[in-house]
């Protein structure tokens, strides 16, 4: 009888190890998986000579249809992240960069400090720029750049819970404070390099070195692919 109830006993623990450390397996893989898909992509795929250019806009529109211009002439496709009340505020131009080809991401409404806001209130900042974009007719890609390159937890959670993936940037031109064309070709140049994703905006420093751009990183051997295309 003492045999058997240490047999039994043996087997109730071993039972329970196994199950601890099955349940145990599970949640890691679970978390392990959450968080690698909630976190932001700072770059694309390796394997393959190509660059990404996302522009983020929140202003510029004086700028902007020579950027347009410039790319249609280059025959290179962009990633524009477009806040809600840019699109709001010049329709025409938000449908223009569409028809022409580019891609369309989402970079919230009012461009605030998402690490500043709750998870409900940067989700109502994703959610109001779709409105604008679907009230436009106009298609967007479910990748969102978050305003000043902010990327805590919350505005992470929320565009996770929306079905976004977060984009970051490989590579910043830092051009919003107007470096020298030439500074700009040399931040890229010096650090292009497979699946970069290449962070500009609509400046006229930037609009007026893209040409160059262009051409020196296809002699270096890069083509230009949408940031979805980079990313898959």
């Known amino acids: 009888m003492q045999l058997y109830y240490i047999r039994t006993k043996i087997v109730t623990i071993s039972l329970l190890i196994l199950g601890i450390l099955l349940v145990g397996g599970v949640l890691h893989g679970y978390f392990q998986e959450d968080v690698t898909t909630i976190n932001p992509i700072y770059i694309g795929n390796t394997g393959e000579k190509a660059v990404a250019l996302m522009v983020n806009v929140d202003w510029g529109e004086e700028i902007l249809p020579r950027f347009l211009a410039v790319l249609e002439e280059k025959m290179v496709n962009a990633t524009f992240f477009i ?86 940037w490989t590579l910043d031109t830092i051009d919003w404070q107007e470096p020298s064309p030439e500074t700009i070709m040399e931040r890229v140049l010096s650090q292009a390099d497979n699946g970069a994703l290449i962070l500009l905006h609509p400046k006229e420093c930037t609009v007026e070195v893209l040409p160059e751009l262009i051409n020196a990183l296809r002699q270096e051997g890069f083509s230009f692919k949408k940031v979805t295309e980079i990313i898959s």
Do not use: C
Not at 97 to 106: C, K, L, P, S, V
Not at 117 to 129: A, F, G, H, P, R
Not at 132 to 154: C, Q, T
């Open 83 to 168: 806040t809600g009340r840019f699109a709001k505020k010049y329709p025409e131009l938000t449908a223009q960069i569409f028809a022409a080809g580019h891609e369309i991401g989402n970079h919230g409404y009012s461009h605030p400090h998402p690490d500043k806001l709750s998870v409900e209130q940067n989700k109502k900042e994703i959610l109001d720029t779709e409105k604008v974009f679907r009230d436009l007719k106009v298609e967007w890609a479910r990748i969102f750049a978050s305003p000043y390159g902010e990327h805590g937890l919350r505005v992470l959670q929320a565009a996770h819970d929306l079905g976004y993936k977060t984009i970051m």
